[in-house]
């Protein structure tokens, strides 16, 4: 494979890149010549990778996620690292500890998060395709926001070697592009069986999208329309629904009553994970060095308090509680029951519809600053954590304009139908 180097200089006026680089594509392969972004919390060997956090400024892996591996030998060329939430924290990519990216469709407003600057990226055409992870809604909500395409494949699809872990038992790395051909493709190229993940399924995706969707039944949970959603969003989303009618697909209305609880049972399950999983930046093993001469309760305390943004000091803090002796069955137990109940929900539905849409979220994106209180920004999720806590496939397609923003058509599916989903936002779209 003879290699040809492209050069990428973006202009990055949305802060979507925190690093550019100009690694070489190939001549052949699937991506050949096609500039590809990577959220930065998925580890590429010699390039920094920082979770958009101060604690992992300067660290470079010294391997590649198992993701980026294939799409070096697919021939795309990397092109750079792009912003996020801290640790994937957020819904706005306002919680990066190196700036906000703005949106392309309006610099007053947000990209949605926390893949916002691959979302960015992507929409303003500085590359063609991006990955993105969806641990309760990053991919879907900046997609939605930025007026692209974004898919949550099924847990397991996609191999998690190598990406940082917030949530391990919610998140998926996942394809971002402007097409559902686009995302397609990245998305053959990234699926399929890795021995390093424990969790990875033996099912490769190789599909070519189809718009044949005569006959398919569609179900329309009551829940995704309701309070909180704003009525012009919901009206576009309708008429959206109304054109997979037309192109021959049936409705019924359903219900996932469980989904009164999901964002608490999300909250709960995710915070607990994140406050496992961020213990090991501690000054020792990573992040800036702890002074030695202290105690390793106060060098401890001293490096997190100094290198964690906000937001992830509340979730650690929030997940240490939830998972203490004495509370852990008050709130992580109670979530997990939570959690088995939306699956069920989701179950009892797809045994008499193909797939389930409603709006990706439930407005359009917000202006800068406006989600200041976290648990206004927590509630923003409502309509995407159930996907995850289920670890169904969910995209995000563009479907019309509200106050001349964009706004996003879900589509949700059973397990490893991930080709169907993209079938059918191949339809409308
Ligand atoms: N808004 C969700 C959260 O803050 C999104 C997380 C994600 O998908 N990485 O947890």
Known sequence: MPAQTIIFEPDDKYNAFLKVCNKPSHTNGKLAGITVAVKDNISTQGIETTCASKILKGYVPPYDAHVVGLLKQAGAAIAGKTNMDEFGMGTTTENSAFGPTLNPCDTGRVPGGSSGGSAAAVAAGMVRMALGTDTGGSIRCPAAFCGIVGLKPTYGRVSRYGLIAYANSLE???PM??????????????????RHDSTSQNKPYDHIPRA????????????????????????VVKKAIGRLEELGASTVLCSIPSMEYALAAYYVTCTCEASSNLARFDGVRYGPAADTKKSWHDAYQEVRSAAFGTEVRRRIMLGTFALSSGYYGKYYTKAQVARENV??????????VDVIAGPTMPTIAFRLKEKSDPLSMYLADILTVPANL???????????????????????????????????AYAYE
């Open 172 to 174: 998926q790395i996942g």
């Open 177 to 194: 592009g402007k097409t559902v051909s686009d995302v397609s493709t990245l998305m053959s190229v990234i699926a399929g069986y890795d």
């Open 212 to 235: 044949d969707i005569k006959g398919l039944k569609i179900g329309i949970p009551a829940e995704y329309f309701g309070k909180g959603v704003d009525p012009q969003v919901a009206a």
């Open 343 to 352: 699956r069920n929900d989701f179950q009892r539905i797809f045994s008499d």
């Open 390 to 424: 289920a670890g169904i496939p969910a995209i995000s397609v563009p479907c019309g304009k509200s106050e001349g923003m964009p706004v996003g058509l879900q589509i949700m599916g059973r397990h490893f139908e991930d080709e169907r989903v993209i079938d059918v």
